[in-house]
């Protein structure tokens, strides 16, 4: 830098940029000592900016970067840094820094800007009322920087560099990506705005832009960009996660200290230290040449074979050195998790994906992947190369895995941990909305999906998904609606040119062409593909540039029956028929398509069965669907047997295990009999799958139920007319949807048997396409509910279109228009709201239910029954009843919150949020929901019970139960045992 600009530069030492903070009262006093000076905090920034390109960003978004620009590594590097550097050059602005003076520890900062002398013209000339945000200031004046740099420069292509300073923090400027003179939008303002600054501001901000671009040496990769007509519209958003990333770390006040000067002692660059002590994890970095291990990655004898789908699969990636959408479509219990982690590890070695993020369905089904993951990870991770692994989702506490992970956690300022047993960690840096940074990740399928919704810090998900190989499992299960953002998901990642993998047992063709056209659609291909074979099955399909290759998998020949029986949708018949066919025993799954309904068939059973029946459903707490499902794996999973020794792992001579979906969800169970509420045909295969699971020797089966049987109830008229079916299953599922798949299956029932292998497929695609005969006498009735699903499908489109970042190719390469709109939902603070809008749902309630005696709360005594204590309002508590508290989450029930009155019931039980509880991680903005003694409580005037058995009961279903009367005092353990032995 020369003397005329390091003169320049030297006001802006005066200028704050971050100041000193800390809860610690022992600390406070430095809140008026420490500071960090602007020019500092913008060479700081470049500084990580660089070195996380050089040593952590994945290889392929690196070298997406230099292909596109023509750009060497280091050139991408210096681009990077140099975008990092110039983020905040907007805090060297008057209204920026006159904030200071109303800040209550940050106010005699605000005398140093002033001494700076830089604000006096602006203070004579600025309207005061004008107060842009930093972001947006910080863009406007990086674009009247840059044409001093690059005369001659395209405005345009300028503007898709200045992009990322307008978005660091996390919605975009919104600022036209033309050079306008009218007063139509906030651009000409601005710009007079800065005019009146007068010179010697300019000379700052020119200083401080040429400081960065001389640190960074970035000046030949912005005029090759300039050149190439600036970024693409999926560089825009990866480079502005990238910066809100190494601002974030550059922030940090533990990493990069603050001082009394405001400034380091030298000019040296203090990122290298910062990062040592951050310690991220690399990023995935599998040897190109060395074939894989697959007996070690899956811990498989090494005799082990892979089955069709698993070489199919392998083959049909090995050295692909593009970005393509596989599809693996297979029966269940076929491999198909294997075949997608051996296809994204053949896809990491040929195009240096940096890592992998894997979505499912539910919270259950992602705590039920972790520690599959987390054993692959294992077979090629060690200590000296350690990985990211983390759970994504709103109860991710509660994963006993994630928790042992969680203590490998290298945190700031921690030492390397060396209890780690391995090389698989939870680094505590990608929390929150930095989750999809980690190299790894299991979490819902919402988490990814949001990738294609206007949020705030979308820019994130995208530098997250961008350098990985991303896995979609059961992508059969999405509705329409979560189905149209999972098609505007795939052409985000085709434009980011990240490979996908879905995964599905019962995916239609109509939905597989839509998948696959709009991963093509953001390719956008070099020439019109032809024409592709239709799906076959079982099948694995790979659509990149060039079209759609389809590879059919090798059939099992052996068949896997089912006897369809339908029974009459009473209780006394189904008490009747379950203990008819379990004389002899048996294991026995009733799955039911509504708590209520659920709780019912409880009810009668247990009363028969009181020892040997359970009750599994969303509306328990957290802990006990956790300790049901441990409990049931246990007895009822692959491991276990009559003969067993262990009491854990001893199959019980009767189970009858009453459930709503959750029993269809990742559950490792085999049932010997199962009863079923209709539903579709996916579904109904998926429950039985649950039948006759796994090879078992005779004697662990009764002779009765040796062979696979399903007894279908809640279907309300039988005969010629169309079927009536109940209406909680209607509203569920859609009357088409369950009237077609009552046709595919009628020739299957009441004598005749499904083979769930061979026969899958085909009723799966009839009751998808629509191609599917009925009975004269349905056909009225059949195509006018086929019409209104049509509709209701296109409304649902329609819907999800609302919030949708618009398609890659129609955002004019302008971020502003791609994000317009993203500063209303906020993924992390309204997780339930956001999950919302990426799902066909309306937003529920989640609560933490605590018993409250005598004006004193307690934890719910069949979680903690030696606890007498009352819970602390006003101090943290302990680590323990932390997580017992946050075990204690429930879902309310809509009949006791309506979609409606949720914004209500919110603010009602804020009232009761305990403030010393905001501290603990666990239990930060949760809400409390408190029953009385009797097990009574109330929202909004709506009066429940919550049974330790049933969970939420409204009063008339508790008297028609015809339950005891529930009593309980905290201190009163002689009842203990009488209240919960059925638990």
Not at 32 to 47: G, I, M, N, T, Y
Not at 225 to 246: E, N, R, Y
Not at 326 to 338: D, F, L, N, P, Y
Not at 627 to 649: F, V, Y
């Amino acid at each position: 830098m020369t003397e005329e600009c390091a003169g320049d530069l030297a006001p802006a030492f005066l200028l704050p940029a971050k100041s000193f903070r800390t809860q610690d009262p022992a600390l406070m006093h430095l809140q008026e000592v420490l500071w960090l000076a602007l020019p500092q905090h913008l060479r700081d920034s470049a500084d990580v900016g660089m070195a996380l390109a050089q040593d952590w960003l994945p290889r392929s978004i690196s070298e997406r970067l230099a292909n596109r620009y023509s750009l060497s590594s280091d050139e991408v590097c210096a681009l990077l840094g140099f975008l990092a550097g110039t983020h905040d050059l907007g805090k060297a602005e008057s209204s920026w820094q006159s904030r200071l003076e109303h800040s209550p520890t940050a106010a005699w900062l605000a005398d140093k800007a002033l001494s700076s002398g830089l604000f006096d013209e602006a203070q004579k000339r600025c309207d005061p009322t004008v107060k842009p945000q930093h972001s947006v200031t910080s863009d406007v004046i990086l674009r009247r920087q840059l044409p001093l740099f690059f005369p001659g420069a395209d405005y345009t292509a300028i503007c898709t560099l200045t992009a990322s300073a307008g978005c660091h923090h996390g919605v975009p400027s919104n600022l036209p990506y033309l050079e306008l003179q009218r007063d139509d939008t906030d651009l000409p303002a601005l710009n007079r705005h800065l005019d009146n600054h007068g010179a010697s501001c300019a000379r700052v901000w020119a200083a401080l832009t040429r400081d960065i671009l001389d640190r960074t040496g970035a000046h030949s990769a912005l005029e090759k960009i300039i050149g190439a007509g600036g970024l693409t519209i999926t560089d825009q958003l990866t480079i502005a996660g990238f910066v809100s990333m190494s601002d974030w770390i550059a922030s940090n006040q533990e990493l990069f200290p603050l001082t009394e000067s405001g400034a380091h002692s030298s000019s040296e660059s203090r990122a290298a230290a910062a990062l040592d002590q951050l310690n991220l994890t690399q990023s995935w970095s599998p040897e190109p040449d060395r074939p894989i291990p697959f007996s070690k990655r899956f811990g498989w004898p090494d005799s082990a074979a892979l089955r069709a789908c698993q070489r199919t699969a392998q083959a049909a990636v090995k050295g692909l050195n593009e970005p393509a959408l596989v599809v693996i479509s297979e029966e269940m219990g076929r491999g198909k998790t294997e075949a997608a982690l051996l296809a994204a590890e053949e896809i990491a070695k040929a195009r240096g994906a940096g890592g992998l993020a894997f979505g499912l369905p539910t919270q259950v089904t992602a705590n039920a992947m972790l520690p599959r993951i987390s054993d692959w990870l294992r077979s090629f991770s060690t200590a000296e190369n350690q990985h990211s692994l983390r759970l994504t989702h709103g109860r991710a506490h509660l994963s006993s895995e994630f928790e042992r992970l969680v203590r490998h956690t290298r945190a700031v300022n921690a030492e390397q941990n060396d209890t780690a047993d391995d090389g698989v960690i939870a680094h505590a840096w990608f929390s929150g909305r930095k989750s999809l940074l980690s190299d790894f990740s299991v979490s819902t399928v919402d988490q990814i999906l949001m990738t294609a919704l206007k949020s705030r810090y979308v820019t994130l998900r995208h530098l997250g998904v961008s350098g990985k190989v991303i896995i979609f499992d059961e992508v059969h299960s999405l509705d329409p609606y979560s189905t149209a953002y999972l098609e505007r998901t795939l052409m985000w990642l085709a434009a980011h040119q990240t490979s996908v993998i879905l995964l599905s047992a019962t995916l239609d063709s109509a939905v597989h062409d839509r998948l696959e056209r709009a991963y093509a659609h953001g390719l956008r291909p070099r020439r019109p593909a032809a024409a592709a074979q239709s799906p076959s099955y079982p099948q694995v399909s790979v659509t990149t540039a060039e079209g759609t290759q389809r590879y059919d998998v090798e059939v099992v020949d052996e068949h896997r029956q089912v006897h369809l029986d339908i029974i009459d949708d009473n209780l006394a018949f189904l008490r009747r028929k379950v203990e008819q066919l379990t004389d002899d025993g048996g294991v026995v799954g009733i799955v039911c398509n509504t708590v209520q309904r659920a709780q019912d068939a409880y009810c009668t059973l247990s009363d028969l069965w009181p020892e040997e029946t359970v009750l599994l459903h969303s509306q328990l707490t957290a802990a006990q669907r956790a300790q049901i499902e441990a409990r049931l794996t246990d007895q009822l999973g692959k491991k276990s047997a009559r003969s067993s020794e262990d009491p854990a792992s001893q199959r019980p001579y009767r189970r009858i295990v009453v459930g709503t979906q959750v029993l269809e969800q990742s559950l490792d169970v085999d049932f010997d009999l199962l009863v079923s509420d209709f539903a579709p045909v996916d579904a109904l295969a998926q429950r039985a799958g649950r039948l006759h699971r796994h090879d078992r020797p005779d004697s662990d089966r009764p002779s009765q139920l040796r062979c696979a049987r399903m007894l279908l109830r809640g279907i309300t008229r039988r005969g010629p007319q169309p079927p009536l079916f109940d209406p909680g299953s209607e509203s569920i599922y859609g009357s088409y949807i369950l009237l077609a798949s009552a046709a595919a299956l009628s020739e299957n029932f009441n004598g005749g048997t499904w083979c769930i292998r061979h026969d899958l497929y085909p009723k799966v695609e009839a009751v998808g396409t629509g191609s599917i005969a009925v009975p004269s006498e349905w056909e009225s009735e059949f195509r006018q509910a086929q019409r209104d699903h049509k509709q209701a499908v296109r409304n649902a489109c329609r819907r999800a279109s609302a919030h949708q970042i618009s398609p890659p190719g129609k955002a004019n390469n302008n971020l502003g228009r791609a994000l317009d709109g993203a500063d209303t939902l906020d993924a992390d603070r309204s997780e339930e709201i956001v999950a919302a809008s990426v799902r066909d749902i309306e937003p529920s309630l989640e609560a933490i239910l605590v018993m409250q005696c005598d004006g004193l709360l307690y934890p719910l005594p069949w979680l903690a029954p030696s606890q007498t204590s009352a819970i602390s309002e006003t101090q943290a508590p302990p680590t323990w009843l932390s997580k017992l508290l946050a075990d204690s989450t429930v879902r309310l029930p809509r009949w006791l919150v309506p979609p409606y009155q949720v914004d209500e019931a919110i603010d009602s039980l804020e009232a009761t949020r305990i403030g010393a509880w905001q501290s603990d991680f666990r239990l930060k903005g949760q809400l409390v929901l408190a029953i009385d003694s009797d097990f009574r409580g109330q929202v909004l005037g709506t009066h429940f019970r919550f049974h330790p058995c049933y969970g939420f009961l409204r009063e008339e279903q508790f008297s028609q139960y015809k339950l005891q009367e529930m009593r309980e005092s905290p201190s009163a353990d002689e009842q203990e045992e009488e209240l919960y032995e059925d638990l």
